[in-house]
């Protein structure tokens, strides 16, 4: 763990991330009147210079939540997300490195920032499915069904999806009232489709 102060490494990432969003020319059509990423950095560079960096932390989990899920909503591409993906996973070495940060790794943390990467994970898939397409297509920010997700992932047999859900809402409950199941609640995504049967609706 580093004592330096992480003020030049904060200030690169977060570079980075305001540079991703602003190349993305209908992002900031999408959040009209909710989302200003120049203020966000105004208030980044206050709380800088106060060295508050447990409220740093606070404020680029939740600007990285905002983006992630907006980047779902309007349909971003396999490579704009992964360049996102890269910003975010440098926010994680820095977090690592120093003792005032709590969270080492926001990839899990809630459910906006998991949804993202299920996107991701999907956009890599060769085989689309209208099924999913669709959800995708619809999302809003205030509007996730979460448990249409999670039946999906059971019904078209994707344990990623299930283990990335598993990380932000209690799916454990809802599959085993479901399926007449008592599978434990951190069992991975494979397992809990070995236990349902392949072709459910």
Known sequence: MSIDKPDKEIEEVWYGIKTAVKNISNFQFFFTGHFDIDKMSINLNTLQSREAYDDIEKCIQTYISQICIGYVCIGCSKYECHILDTH???????AQNYTFFI?????????YINIFYIYIKYLNYKQKIGDLDNY?????PDNLDILHLLDLSIKYRY????????????????????YALNIRRNTKGHKILARIPSRVE
Do not use: A
């Not at 344990?159 to 479901?178: E, V």
């Open 159 to 178: 344990p990623y999806f299930l283990d990335k859900l598993n990380n932000c809402c209690d799916i454990i409950k809802h599959i085993n009232d479901r």
């Open 103 to 111: 969270e080492h790794d926001i990839r899990t943390i809630n459910k």
């Open 136 to 140: 995708f297509n619809t999302i809003t």
């Open 88 to 94: 975010i996973k440098r926010w994680n070495k820095v």
